[in-house]
């Protein structure tokens, strides 16, 4: 009993620095429910966010006034996003239901209800077409300009993800157990091809010419293959292991790096050309999501109810939400970080 007692306040004299030198937000967003997702508009004079309880929320990100409230029936909210330069809102639910609204006055201008709820919810390059595909395995192109389904696809089993080819006339999915299908948009074949490894796939992304497939497993490993896109050419030619369950790997700018995190508690930036790792970033728990700032200098990461900035390796600064980070993203100067949790808030900080 001792023993645990010296050990608690150890832990309490250890930690209690830690706590107090925690910044303080330069702006609190509160919401009723935990933040599903956040993001500024192009000039950052607002900001968009969703939560469990089925709101969609803009906000003044000079004063953290309410501007607009856009009400999904209190399903869920899955997706939100800015559109048309930030004139338009595209949002969706648990339920299916996507609807483009006028981030004006939330007025309705587009609406579609799909077969469950969307993985993937992504606007082609010229925002006039979204690729859409629900866990069922139900995909669509809706158009964005009057609403139009264009294509509608549908895969022979459940899938975990969708993305555009690179010239986006393809639509492509993935399964758990390492299939890839591929549908010709126009003219509506289906394909798919099996990567090589026995791990169960977590998730894919392919390099910006479609000539190198980055994918990553719950066995910790993350792989990257070549592509011709009707499937993978061999082995794997470059990667690394985790110890746990990756969460996400991501392509630096030159895709010269990857980056990715795990249940591991780290995040690892490796070369392609090496496969190895160059710098390694350790946290106190799974490390939920990660990402590099605009220059690709620093690193900006959140796991457990912190959001965490690395400069080579050392931890540079560390904000703190009552709850689950959810995510977080910089501003395009880097010198803001805005931040959600499942604590109901979005937190902007200065850094």
Do not use: C
Not at 31 to 41: E, K, L, M, P, R
């Amino acid at each position: 009993m001792i023993r645990f007692v010296a050990l608690a306040l150890l832990a309490m004299i250890i930690l209690a620095p830690a706590a107090a030198q925690t910044p303080q937000a330069a702006l609190t967003l509160q919401h009723d429910g935990g933040v599903v997702t956040a993001a500024w508009n192009a000039d950052e004079t607002r900001i968009l966010s969703a939560t469990e309880r089925g709101l969609v929320q803009v906000w003044s990100a000079a004063d953290g006034a309410q501007l607009l409230e856009i009400s999904h029936g209190g399903e869920p909210v899955t997706h939100a996003l800015w559109m048309q330069d930030g004139a338009a809102i595209l949002s969706a639910d648990e339920s299916g239901k996507v609807l483009l609204s006028a981030a004006e006055d939330g007025a309705q201008l587009l609406s579609w209800q799909l077969d469950g709820m969307p993985l993937a919810l992504t606007p082609n390059a010229a925002g006039t077409a979204l690729l859409a595909m629900t866990r069922a395995g139900a995909g669509a192109i809706l158009s964005l300009t009057d609403g139009e389904r264009l294509v509608d696809f549908v895969a022979p089993v459940a899938v975990s993800g969708a993305v555009w080819s690179a010239d986006e006339s393809q639509a492509r999915a993935w399964t758990e157990d390492g299939r890839i299908y591929v549908w010709d948009l126009a003219g509506g074949a289906m394909s798919s091809f099996d990567l090589p490894s026995r791990g169960m796939l977590l998730g894919v992304d392919w390099s910006a010419d479609d000539s190198r497939l980055l994918a990553w497993y719950t066995n910790g490993t993350v792989n990257v293959y070549r592509t011709e896109g009707a499937g993978v050419s061999g082995r794997a030619i470059s990667g690394v292991r985790h110890n746990s369950f990756v969460q996400r790997a991501i392509w630096s700018r030159d895709e010269s790096l990857v980056m990715s995190w795990a249940g591991d508690d780290t995040v690892h930036i490796w070369s392609v050309a090496g496969g190895r790792s160059q710098q390694v970033y350790r946290h106190e728990d799974w490390v939920i999501g990660a990402r590099w700032d605009p220059a690709e200098t620093r690193v900006l990461s959140w796991s457990h109810i912190y959001v965490y900035l690395w400069e080579s390796e050392t931890q540079w600064r560390r904000f703190r939400h009552g709850n689950l980070a959810r995510g977080a993203v910089w501003n395009s100067a880097a010198t803001q970080v805005l931040s959600w949790s499942w604590d109901g808030t979005a937190r902007v900080w200065d850094v």
